[in-house]
């Protein structure tokens, strides 16, 4: 259930769903996402759904993953890479390798210490060195490291967070699931004159928290 086939089957799913960079469904193909899973749920790494992590937490659908990815490079020139990404919820770590593909730097944020472990011993497995990993609160971002050429969040707020978007560069994207009950994913581009901001489609993520644990 982990064969190439079964990765290629996934591949072909996700260019159904209107994936289009040959660069994030390569990214989707050759990271092992069943390594980011618990062994119990490695035979369903590559369905395209969502896997329980624990603490009510998920790995991402693998089309969402692959559909914010793809919104965070586009416009790029092709085999440029992103200088500084941040990440909002680390996570498995899955999100994480898939954009290490892009980006000279990745600071990546967790606020469930064990989950940060994990996923720490998971992207050093498999030699990805271009990730700084840090447990703290998502909601004020990582201002030490910023600006930012990308945010992405995966988890969902009522509002934008602004600190977020102040640590935006300018002409740098955002991608963040908006909502509670209803979940809307926005990206939202920062230029010379403030914030664009586009609706994208309707979402499920869990919700954003503060604090850590």
Request: a positive charge; glycine letters at 8%; proline letters at 4%.
């Given at each position: 259930?982990t064969?190439?086939r079964?990765?290629?089957?996934?591949?072909?799913?996700?260019?159904?769903?209107?994936?289009a960079?040959?660069?994030?469904?390569?990214?989707?193909?050759?990271?092992p996402?069943?390594?980011?899973?618990?062994?119990?749920?490695?035979?369903?790494?590559?369905?395209?759904?969502?896997?329980p992590?624990?603490?009510?937490?998920?790995?991402?659908?693998p089309?969402?993953?692959?559909?914010?990815?793809?919104?965070?490079?586009?416009g790029?020139?092709q085999?440029?890479?992103?200088?500084?990404?941040?990440?909002?919820?680390?996570?498995?770590?899955?999100?994480?390798a898939?954009?290490?593909?892009?980006?000279?730097?990745?600071?990546?944020?967790?606020?469930?210490?064990?989950?940060?472990?994990?996923?720490?011993?998971?992207?050093?497995a498999?030699?990805?060195?271009?990730?700084?990993?840090?447990?703290?609160?998502?909601?004020?971002?990582?201002?030490?490291?910023?600006?930012?050429?990308g945010?992405?969040?995966a988890?969902?707020?009522?509002?934008?967070?602004?600190?977020?978007?102040?640590?935006?560069?300018?002409?740098?994207?955002?991608?963040?699931?908006?909502?509670?009950?209803?979940?809307?994913?926005?990206?939202?581009?920062?230029?010379?004159?403030?914030?664009?901001r586009?609706?994208?489609?309707?979402?499920?993520?869990?919700?954003?928290?503060?604090g850590?644990?």
């Amino acid at each position: 259930m982990t064969s190439q086939r079964t990765r290629d089957r996934l591949i072909g799913r996700l260019q159904d769903q209107g994936i289009a960079s040959f660069e994030v469904l390569d990214a989707i193909r050759s990271i092992p996402r069943h390594l980011f899973v618990d062994e119990a749920l490695a035979h369903r790494a590559y369905e395209d759904t969502a896997l329980p992590i624990g603490h009510n937490q998920t790995i991402s659908q693998p089309y969402i993953v692959a559909r914010m990815t793809e919104l965070l490079i586009q416009g790029q020139p092709q085999g440029k890479r992103l200088k500084n990404v941040l990440e909002i919820g680390t996570g498995s770590g899955y999100q994480t390798a898939i954009l290490s593909r892009f980006a000279d730097q990745v600071c990546s944020l967790e606020r469930i210490k064990s989950l940060q472990d994990k996923a720490r011993k998971r992207l050093q497995a498999l030699k990805i060195r271009n990730v700084l990993l840090r447990y703290a609160d998502g909601s004020v971002g990582w201002k030490d490291k910023g600006p930012f050429d990308g945010i992405l969040a995966a988890a969902a707020p009522a509002e934008i967070p602004q600190e977020l978007l102040d640590q935006l560069a300018v002409g740098g994207r955002l991608l963040i699931p908006v909502g509670e009950s209803k979940q809307v994913l926005y990206r939202v581009i920062r230029t010379e004159n403030g914030f664009e901001r586009q609706k994208i489609e309707d979402v499920k993520f869990v919700p954003f928290r503060s604090g850590v644990r």
